[in-house]
Structure formats: structure tokens, C-alpha cells
């Protein structure tokens, strides 16, 4: 017998005890029942039989306050086409395009589709990939089914303004057929998150220059304002002899001071390290799904694409950004770091003067 059947049972039974003492009282301090459930009851089985007995959920979905079916589309949409993203992100993602919902109704629509995981979303995303006929690798079927890694929460550092420091490290990527080991040059501004990053088949002291050179300083420049500090942790590629070492010698030439982590605690770089993440989150573990990279720059171009929209659209969580985009803080900033600079110059020049 159901618990269905057992609950009928004893509504029955409550109304013929009733029937049979002739003192509704009685029968209900008999079967444990109040005297107001014997009145529902009996009206229920007046007016729909056993039928009307049964026990009616009230767990039933409130359908008004659910979002319209539009919003639910958009949120599943961003689901696949940006699994890494988390409720907030997607939140705020979905906002600059004109669809509003909250991080806990994002998280709503996701329990509904089972993608409230990143590892469940890369399982949708595989899906669907499947069913386009796209050919993924067997490293990238087993990459697709790894869940995310805790998130690490790393100290913060102190920074004044847009290029008052500038922090970088190198990525290991993974290896390409035909190419080799491919290492990323990344930099981030640590004050408005604005991220370059550049590839490269080895880990060496020139490249690190490279990236500066070619990416970096051509930026600042084009912004009107220098690249005051740069933090790194204490590889070969960034340091060594002042007087012959590449990187050190690059550093010198552009008048950029060089701040190391601490020795052992490579985690002081915590905010090149959580960028290098999104990188591989939101980008590489994507990426190598989709498609097969047989040239370092066809990654690269792909990269590139990829970094112009994390700097100028996609937004950000930071705690100066706060759901801006990186460039948009940097932009709001610059006036103040132009301020900062002109005052640094006229210490200078009067310093010299005494």
C-alpha cells in the first residue's frame, strides 16, 4: 500500500469512527485529527469522493514568479556559448545586452537545465558540439570532462593608479603538434585588469622583452602615460646579471623598476596568476573544443580576438572594476594617473634645482 493510499485510508476511516460513535469529538481524539480537519475532510469527500482525498502537493511551481521564457533562452544561450562564466558574470554580461536578471535568477534558470556547475555546462557544451559535427581530440573529450578547480584567493596589491604597476608571468599553454611546447607571455595593469598576453615556443629572457616591447609599451605610450612598475616572479626569464641579461637591460633602457616576489612565495603575483586562469577557463579550455590549432599564429590570432573582448566587453569583478569592463576603469583612471605623473615630474625638477 502507497502512502497515497494509506492517507485515504485514514480520512475514511476518520469519517466512518464519526459516523459510528455519533460524536465527531471523540473520533477525532481517536485517529489524532482536529476537529477542523474533520470538517475538510468530509466537505472534500461530499463534494469530489476519494478522489478529493488525496493529498495535494504543495510544492507546486509558482509560474508568475518565474522569468519570461525570452530571459530563460538568453540565460541558457550564455550558458553554452560562455560556460565559464559565473552566475554574477552572466548576470552582468546579460545586462549590457539589454536582459535583466539577478545572479541568484541566473542560478534559477541554470538548476532547471541541470547547468549549475562548470563542469556540467562543458558537458552541455560538448553536446552540442557533438550534434553540429564538430571532431574533438581524445585530450580534449578528457579535458572537457574535468571540473573547474577551486577558486584560490590571493592577496592584493597595492596600486596607486593605471601603470603604477604592471605585473608578469609566464604560462605554460601545453604543446602543439608540429609547433612544440607553447609558452604565453601574460601582463595585467593591476589596477584596471587590462591583460595582453603572446606566445611563444620557449621561455627565455628575450621574449619576456618581446612581449613588453611589442604589446605593452606601445599601449602606455599611445595612453599618454608611462608604465611606472613591473612585478614578476624570480624565473631565469626575468632575472639576472643587471648588466647582460635581456630583460633586466630592457627594464633599464625604458626606465621601469623591476619588483620580484617574495623567494618561495611565487602566489605574491596571485593577480597575473587568477588572470592566467581566465585565460585557460574562458579561453584555451574552450578554444581547443572547438577547433584544431596546426600554427602558433592561428592560436595566437584567436587569442588576440579573445583578449580584445575581455579588455573592452567583457565585465569584470574586480574590486576597482566592480562589473565594468577593464577598459572602461582604465579610462576613468587615466586622468587621475596624468595627475600623479605631472606631480612626479615636478618633484623631479625640483629636486634637481636644490
Request: glycine letters at 6%.
Amino acid at each position: 500500500m502507497t502512502t497515497e493510499e494509506k492517507l485515504i485510508k485514514n480520512k475514511l476511516g476518520l469519517l466512518q469512527l464519526a459516523s459510528y460513535l455519533q460524536n465527531v469529538s471523540e473520533a477525532c481524539r481517536a485517529m489524532g485529527y482536529s476537529r477542523d480537519t474533520f470538517y475538510r475532510v468530509k466537505r472534500a469527500y461530499e463534494e469530489g469522493g476519494l478522489e478529493a482525498l488525496k493529498e495535494k502537493s504543495r510544492k507546486t511551481a509558482n509560474v508568475r514568479n518565474r522569468v519570461s521564457e525570452e530571459t530563460e533562452v538568453a540565460v541558457v544561450e550564455m550558458a553554452l556559448d560562455e560556460p565559464a562564466f559565473g552566475q554574477k558574470r552572466a548576470s552582468d554580461e546579460l545586462r549590457q545586452k539589454g536582459v535583466f536578471i539577478s545572479p541568484a535568477g541566473v542560478r534559477c534558470v541554470w538548476l532547471r537545465h541541470d547547468l549549475e556547475t562548470f563542469k556540467k555546462r562543458l558537458k552541455n557544451l560538448e553536446n552540442h558540439v557533438a550534434k553540429t559535427g564538430r571532431v574533438l581530440t581524445e585530450n580534449q573529450l578528457r579535458a572537457l570532462e574535468k571540473a573547474q578547480e577551486e577558486k584560490i584567493a590571493y592577496g592584493e596589491i597595492e596600486t596607486e593608479h593605471v601603470g603604477y604597476l604592471g605585473a608578469q608571468d609566464t604560462f605554460y599553454v601545453g604543446t602543439l603538434k608540429g609547433v612544440g611546447r607553447i609558452y604565453q607571455q601574460t601582463f595585467i595593469d593591476t589596477y584596471s585588469a587590462v591583460g595582453f598576453a603572446k606566445l611563444y615556443t620557449s621561455k627565455v629572457p628575450i621574449n619576456s622583452a618581446d612581449m613588453l616591447n611589442d604589446r605593452v609599451i606601445p599601449f602606455f605610450d599611445n595612453q599618454g602615460i608611462p608604465l611606472l612598475r613591473v612585478l614578476t616572479d624570480r624565473g631565469t626569464e626575468y632575472c639576472g646579471k643587471p648588466d647582460s641579461h635581456d630583460y633586466e637591460l630592457f627594464l633599464a633602457i625604458n626606465d621601469i623598476d623591476h619588483s620580484k616576489t617574495k623567494v618561495k612565495s611565487p602566489q605574491s603575483n596571485g593577480i597575473c596568476e587568477r588572470f592566467n586562469k581566465t585565460i585557460l577557463d574562458e579561453f584555451y579550455s574552450i578554444a581547443f573544443r572547438k577547433k584544431i590549432y596546426l600554427s602558433l599564429d592561428e592560436l595566437q590570432q584567436d587569442l588576440d580576438t579573445w583578449l580584445l573582448m575581455y579588455n573592452t566587453q567583457r565585465t569584470h569583478q574586480g574590486k576597482r572594476c566592480q562589473g565594468r569592463t577593464p577598459m572602461e576603469t582604465f579610462k576613468e583612471n587615466l586622468p587621475l594617473a596624468k595627475d600623479k605623473m605631472l606631480d612626479i615630474k615636478s618633484e623631479h625638477r625640483l629636486a634637481l634645482a636644490a
